[in-house]
C-alpha cells in the first residue's frame, strides 16, 4: 500500500487549502484513515480521521469547525479541506491508513496506523 499525499503550500492567515492522499495498492473502503501534522521540534499529532466507509468522522479540537475530512465514493482517496488557516496550522501533513479497523480510540495515535504518506508542507503567514 502507498499513500501519496498533495495540496500543500503557502497561504495567507484567513486563507484556504485543500489536501489530497491517494492510497493505491491493498487499500479497502472500510479501512479508517487519518491526517495528521507535524511542526518543528513537535510530536506528531491527530488532525482528523475519517472512519471505515467514511461513515464518522473525528476532529482535534484545534481544527473543530475550520478542517473537514472527506472520502471519495470509491473510498481509497481522502481530502482534507482546511479554511481560516492560522499561523499555529503550519506543520507537515501526513495522511495514513489503517490496514483494518481498529476502533475509533485508535484513530487518535499515530500507532494506530499502518501506513504512512510522505507528507506535504503546509505554511500559513501571518
Known amino acids: 500500500v502507498q499513500l501519496q499525499a498533495s495540496g500543500g503550500g503557502l497561504v495567507q492567515a484567513g486563507g484556504s487549502l485543500r489536501l489530497s492522499c491517494v492510497a493505491s495498492?491493498?487499500?479497502?473502503?472500510?479501512?479508517?484513515m487519518g491526517w495528521f501534522r507535524q511542526a518543528p521540534g513537535k510530536e506528531r499529532e491527530f488532525v482528523a480521521a475519517s472512519s471505515w466507509a467514511g461513515s464518522r468522522t473525528f476532529y482535534a479540537d484545534s481544527v473543530k469547525g475550520r478542517f473537514t475530512i472527506r472520502r471519495d465514493d470509491a473510498g481509497n482517496t481522502v481530502y482534507l479541506q482546511m479554511n481560516s488557516l492560522k499561523p499555529e496550522d503550519t506543520a507537515v501533513y501526513y495522511c495514513a491508513a489503517q490496514r483494518t479497523p481498529s476502533g475509533s480510540d485508535s484513530y487518535y495515535r499515530p500507532a494506530g496506523y499502518d501506513y504512512w504518506g510522505q507528507g506535504t508542507q503546509v505554511t500559513v503567514s501571518k
Open positions: 495498492g491493498r487499500i479497502f473502503s472500510s479501512s479508517p
